[in-house]
């Protein structure tokens, strides 16, 4: 399975307006270490900094004076926010309209004529597959959007959409301490269905929650840093990357220095022993 992508995504989703509040050239330096460190492909949303962070990264790529052709943009469509103070509700919109109206809007708002990846953000109960297929006809006729697929789909859901147009990606929670892709299917499935994964949130709960689950994993991952001479986060990285899936991390960290050691989780060697470890430690016991 050949990716357009780069082997690890940057995800914008805290760049902006919901976390970090970058500068315009904060943002451009963040941009610029990405690159230089083989991170070429930023994932956004439509409603990321609540619609406001893919018009914030546009122009601090602009900014950045890199070439388009050298990174590649995903952004995701189909969740309707309320406007504020309003009581509206939080919605699902998949329709052939909203599609290219956010896609436009997307492609305006990062100062481009393309998405080399367009994904619906969330399965829609309320879908029509046959619709999706004529927007990602229209967008791809059109030249707005290089290819197409979904994020945080079930397989029968992928297959459902599969009947009527081609789906190439599937965003998933993906991690040591959120591995269930792995075990319902779900992988197999893409695996068996050329769909290249990506995994948001790689770095699970470990260093975020404080349970049997990741005081046990850090405990391994304190033997094995040892080991490695590598951070724990590269492990966790590599972990993802050892799947024959051919999974592709969202790194969301803007820390410099970060940035520009994530390649080495691409080229470590996470000897098998050890993969199965940080897996027994998730789960809470070896495996059967």
Known sequence: MNSRFSRIIAGTMNWGSWDKKFSTSEMSNIINVCVENKITTFDHAAIYGDYTTEADFGKAFKASKIDREKVQFISKCGILYAPKDTTGIKQYE???????????????????????????????????????????????????ILDFGVSNFTASQTELLRSKVDVNYNQIQF??????????????????????????????????????????????????????????????????????????????????????????????????????????????????
């Open 94 to 144: 998949s329709s052939k309209e909203s599609m290219i109206k956010s896609v436009d809007a997307s492609l305006n708002n990062l100062q481009t004529d393309y998405l080399d990846a367009l994904l619906i953000h969330r399965p829609n109960p309320l879908m029509h597959p046959e619709e999706i297929a004529e927007a990602v006809s229209q967008l791809k006729k059109d030249g707005k």
């Open 175 to 288: 991690s040591a301490t959120h591995f269930e892709a792995m075990t319902d299917g779900s992988l197999d499935y893409m695996q068996i269905h050329g769909i290249q994964p990506m995994a948001w949130n790689p770095l699970g709960t470990v260093f975020r929650e404080d349970t049997r689950q990741t005081r046990d994993l850090k405990k391994l991952m304190a033997r094995l840093v040892e080991k490695y001479e590598i951070g724990s986060d590269m492990i966790l990285l590599a972990w993802i990357l050892k799947h024959p899936a051919n999974i592709i991390p969202l790194a969301g960290t803007v820390n410099t220095a970060r940035l520009q050691n994530i390649h080495k989780a691409t080229e470590m060697y996470l000897e098998q022993e050890d993969w199965f470890a940080i897996w027994s430690e998730s789960m809470g016991h070896r495996i059967d």
